[in-house]
């Protein structure tokens, strides 16, 4: 290895350690928000802790031997030895030893996060698909897409499905990662205890557009989570707005109600999500724009620009069409 290239190793490794001194990241495990992640990270700091005194002692132990038996001039060659039992069996011990100090907290850990949730746990349905998330909310009858808003201090049983390929689902701050596979449910809970929105992301490869499926999970206080459900149960209101109410009118005789569904109208799509409060979401695209009108015209026009490969056709829609369907889509709330 060349002097620079060193260099440059040594470089790329400091950053790394440096990038992980700072945070909290939307997206670090190293800060908690709910009783299983925080589970998961006294875990992991207890078996990382031990891990660092394995390296301290080896690293010492090595240095000493490197330095104290380096060969100097007239040093005579050292007695060769075959074997030595007792350091053999030390050093098979203490291996066992130390996997036994990891195993106990791990296999405790498990059964702790895998056990069956709390009886009062609200249940959310969690769909996969290429390449967003679809929530359902079986006794508060709400369909929703990409962001879920759950309420803080109260179990949530996430039961986890794909409709195709394999997905996974990782916020976190609150827990996972779960996958989400063909022909099964699987299931996961947490308790979330503080208020805030957690970013989450598909965490197992599913496609060419596996890096833009993303989520949100929105903890608010179980009085904001009664009024949220309130407003996603009603149906949507035909807009006021003359230019939101042509948008309605285009999208309600278009290709659109082919794949997505507005409550309280005829469009009743179901591969696309769910858009009866498309306006109150804060993101579009799986969570890859935010949810302005710029960003909202900008997918009209080029969806598969925005996220190659998704399942949105380009309509090929005009300038007119998409500033109608824009002012209706942010009317939906
Ligand atoms: Cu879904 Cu990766």
């Known amino acids: 290895m060349s002097v620079r290239t060193f260099r440059t190793l040594l470089l790329v490794g400091v950053l790394a350690l440096l990038a992980g001194c700072t945070g909290p990241w939307p997206q670090s495990a190293l800060h908690p928000e ?10 992991f700091q207890n078996i990382f802790w031990w891990a660092v005194l394995v390296f301290v002692v080896v690293e010492t132990l090595l240095l000493y031997v490197i330095l104290r038996y380096r060969d100097r001039p007239d ?3 050292p007695t060769q030895v075959h ?12 291996p066992a030893v130390i996997l036994v100090f990891i195993a106990i907290p791990t296999v405790r850990t498990i059964f702790e996060v895998d056990g069956p949730p709390r009886d009062d746990a609200m249940v959310v349905e969690v769909i996969g698909k290429r390449w967003w998330w679809e929530f359902r909310y079986p006794e508060e009858g709400i369909v929703t897409a990409n962001e879920a808003t ?4 109260r179990t949530v049983d996430w039961r986890l499905r794909t409709e195709d390929v394999l997905h996974s689902f990782w916020v976190p701050r609150l827990g996972g990662k779960r996958d989400l596979v ?7 809970w947490f308790t979330p205890d503080s208020t805030g929105t957690y970013m989450g992301q598909c965490a197992e490869f599913c496609g060419i557009a596996h890096a833009l499926m993303g989520l949100r999970v929105h903890v608010v206080e179980p009085d904001a989570f009664e009024a949220w459900v309130e407003s996603q149960r009603a149906p949507a209101e035909s ?17 659109c109600i082919g794949c997505h569904r507005v409550r309280g109208t005829h469009a009743a799509g179901t591969v696309g999500p769910d858009l009866t409060n498309m306006g109150s979401r804060r993101t579009i695209a799986g969570g890859t724009l935010g949810n302005t009108p710029e960003n909202m015209a900008r997918w009209l ?8 490969g998704n399942l949105m056709p380009d309509l090929g829609l005009t300038d007119e069409q998409i500033d109608m369907l824009v002012a209706y889509l942010e009317s939906l709330r």
Request: hydrophobic letters at 35%.
């Open 34 to 43: 709910s009783d299983v992640a925080a589970n998961l990270d006294r875990l």
């Open 150 to 153: 759950i309420p803080v201090g």
């Open 182 to 188: 063909s022909g099964r449910e699987n299931r996961l």
């Open 301 to 308: 026009r080029d969806p598969q620009g925005v996220k190659p």
């Open 83 to 94: 074997g030595h039992t007792t350091l053999e069996i030390g050093w098979t011990l203490a």
């Open 75 to 77: 040093r005579p060659h």
């Open 239 to 255: 807009p006021e707005d003359p230019l939101a109410a042509r948008g309605e009118e285009y999208f309600l005789n278009s290709a």
